[in-house]
């Protein structure tokens, strides 16, 4: 069983920054990409991020230049580094684990089978 927790999320000002962690077990967690997602109530769960095995990272537009994900082999760990943090940043994020290995950059939230519970961010304004 595969389990992903989340940590990191909390109240900001618009225009800080917030690091978000989240930890993987139960798999090789160097063979897999890893995802972060993020929700507001009533609506879709969004793409923000992922990160490949090969550490290669690929951005929705709306936080791009603003976050970075990161990847952490040794910890079974992936980070997003969010700055510049603004209102509509708000929302649960979700770190997230496709079902399957490889270096397919997943942007799509049926493409991933494990999800870790969610961490909250409010960034007021």
């Known amino acids: 069983q595969v389990h992903l927790v989340e940590s990191g999320g909390g109240l900001v000002q618009t225009g800080g920054s917030l690091k978000l962690s989240c930890e993987a077990s139960g798999r090789t967690f160097s063979s897999y990409a890893m995802g972060w997602f993020r929700q507001t109530p009533g609506k879709a769960r969004e793409f923000v991020a992922t990160?490949?095995?090969?550490?290669?990272?690929y951005y929705a537009d709306s936080v791009k230049g603003r976050f970075t994900i990161s990847r952490d082999n040794a910890k079974n760990t992936v980070y997003l580094q969010m700055n510049s943090l603004k209102p509509e940043d708000t929302a649960i994020y979700f770190c997230?684990?496709?079902?399957?290995?490889?270096?397919?950059?997943?942007?799509?939230?049926?493409?991933?089978?494990?999800w870790g519970q969610g961490t909250q961010v409010t960034v007021s304004s």
């Open positions: 997230a684990g496709p079902a399957d290995s490889g270096n397919t950059i997943w942007t799509g939230a049926l493409n991933y089978k494990y």
């Open positions: 990160i490949t095995q090969r550490s290669i990272a």
